[in-house]
Every structure is written in C-alpha cells, then in structure tokens.
C-alpha cells in the first residue's frame, strides 16, 4: 500500500539555518511525490513537486529530489526566515489520485 | 490562482445536531472533491472521494451514514455530520482536484466542529 512516514516535529532553528526535513515512502507504481505547507490558519498548499524519478521540485528557496532508490523525498531549504514557521507535510499520489499524508512537521524558525 | 472555500470556517453544536460543511471551487470546476479529517498535531486522513453526480467512495473505517457526502455540482460538494458527537469534534477539509491545471489540488481552509 502507500504510506508516507516524516520526521516528527517539531523543529526550532534560527533564522537563516539550514533546513532539512526527512520524508520516505512506500507506493506501488510510480507515485508523485509533494510537500505542502500550512500556515497558522489557513489552509495547506502547494509547495512543490516531483513526478518522477531524480526530478527536483523547489519552490520559495526549498527543494526536494525524487529519490527513487532511497525512496525518499527530503525538503531542504540553504537559509530559513521567520516567515516560514508553519507545518510541512510530504505526501504522495498514487493511481486514485486521492493523497497520502504524513504526519506533518512544525517548523518554528526564531530571529 | 484556484481557490477553494469551505463553510462555515467553525461551528459549535449540541450532540445528536447535523452539521453541514460546506466545499466550493470558486474558479474552476472540479469533478472530484476530497475530504480528510485532521487531528490534533497529526497528518490528515482522507474520509471520502466525492465525485460528482454519482455516490462517493469512502476510506475503509469512515461511516457512510454518519458522514453523508454530495456532490451535486460541479463546484460544490458538502460533508454532513449526521448525530454528531463529541468525538466527531476534528477539523474538517477539503480540496478539490483541477486535474486540467498545474497544480493538482487546492485544499480549501478547514472547518473545526466542536461538539458538545
């Protein structure tokens, strides 16, 4: 089936750190792979995305690379600011076009 | 860009009430309408496919009779609470898919049910 598992939060760093959140995946087929952002009150969207294998998504100054060996699809941004505070959450799409979460990770970045 | 609103954003009731929510795209017609419920400090669980004029199709575990989904047009679909409970009390999204656009879903802000 398909799953996807994050890196639990939360996570607090300073102001123009780097960020790294881990997501893994298990699909059958040849899933597309997103990470959507949610900010306080308001509702998820969009960051970026991959649609296949070694494709890089970035969006905002964060990435992410498909990583189809490691099934994996980490969010990595150089130099975080206090306007990004706000859960993250990976997912992916299989076939039914319907999408699988994980759990979420609050990112609290302080000045 | 697409927008999708949900109404109302909360609401408060008295167990054994309904609660209506309702999901709307707001420039763009969607076929196929999502709901996920999400708890507390977790991810959301998808409830329900809402597919317009036909039934939805709901996740193994989610109560048809409790959670009556329509989705009489193209830009509407609404979650009813039916008998709700206090362990109805969640927070309530949808989203709908532009599958012609760039961008996939759009997740309209959530609704919280608090229920007495």
Known sequence: GNSVTQMEGPVTLSEEAFLTINCTYTATGYPSLFWYVQYPGEGLQLLLKATKADDKGSNKGFEATYRKETTSFHLEKGSVQVSDSAVYFCALKGGANNLFFGTGTRLTVIP | ?116
Request: glycine share 8%; with cysteine.
């Open chain 2, 1 to 116: 860009g697409a927008v999708v609103s949900q109404h109302p954003s909360w609401v408060i009731c008295k167990s054994g009430t309904s609660v209506k929510i309702e999901c709307r795209s707001l420039d763009f017609q969607a076929t196929t309408m999502f709901w996920y419920r999400q708890f507390p400090k977790q991810s959301l669980m998808l409830m329900a496919t809402s597919n317009e004029g036909s039934k939805a199709t709901y996740e193994q575990g989610v109560e048809k009779d409790k959670f009556l989904i329509n989705h009489a047009s193209l830009t509407l679909s609404t979650l009813t609470v039916t008998s709700a409970h206090p362990e109805d009390s969640s927070f309530y999204i949808c989203s709908a898919d532009d599958f012609g656009g760039p961008r996939g879903q759009y997740f309209g802000p959530g609704t919280r049910l608090l229920v007495l």
